[in-house]
């Protein structure tokens, strides 16, 4: 479908590889183009990418229902992604039909298709924007549009903080969403980790050196260290798979080598 779309005349270089496509091609999906498949086969190549892709999405699942089963009705997807099946809104609205949901991300192509999707939904949409300007996405007309900052919110941050290095102060970034929402409300988030695949993540952090997003590996310390003061609610942070399966999904093959780690936290 991505290839009968005349993207060049929109602007779009798909000659370069775009993290919303390679991620959208480990996933199975069709709007990637040949450079964003040669890098998802050469991942795919030195580790289970595509199963992390699959098990991080299955988390995105089961933190939706956790967040709408402890009362939290609006979500702030950041770094949303190409909307494939099973994303915030279709999990979200399938439990109670009144959630609302504000995508954002900055890939030209995931906002198109995300619009196209979400024309018809009166209570999700998708703004076009830079995640690490925190202020600016907060005070959107579009987030705003959807989002009522009085009551509590969703934060969404699945598999995008390793793109932001300790240079632009992700535990900054975190904070300042963390501050425009109400306590009750919570923040899921998903991040690689090294741990159980040495191997396999440091060929992908050289890999990804070498492109537009390196990666920043963190620990599960480090990673509690960015939520500041909002309390990761049990398990803590956790691989993946192992993140309260008892809320569904398929199970992981192998859960060790999650490649994420993933944790739920409350702001109290
Ligand atoms: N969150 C989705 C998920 O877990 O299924 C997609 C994850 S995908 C690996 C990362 C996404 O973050 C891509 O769609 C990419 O375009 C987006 N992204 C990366 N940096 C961003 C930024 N600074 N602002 C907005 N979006 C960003």
Redesign the pocket.
Known sequence: MADSVDWAAAGVDITKP???????YM?GGSLNFPADRAVGERLAKVGPFREM?RL??N??RRAVRFCVEAGVRQFL??????P?SG?VHEVAQELDWSCRVVY????PI?VAHSEILLADNPRATILR????DAAAVVAHPVTRSLLDFDHPVAL?????VQ??PDSADPAGLISSYADAVVPGSLLAM?HFTSQNMEDEMAAAVEYFAETA?PITLRSAEQITGLLGGLEPVAPGVVLTAKWRPELGGPPAADPERSGHYAVVARKP
């Open positions: 775009a993290l919303a496509r390679v991620y959208d996933l892709a991080n999405r988390f995105l997807d950041l770094g949303s992604g190409i494939s994303n954002v991300d900055n890939d995931a924007a830079d995640l690490r969404f941050l699945l598999g995008v793109y932001i998903t997003s």
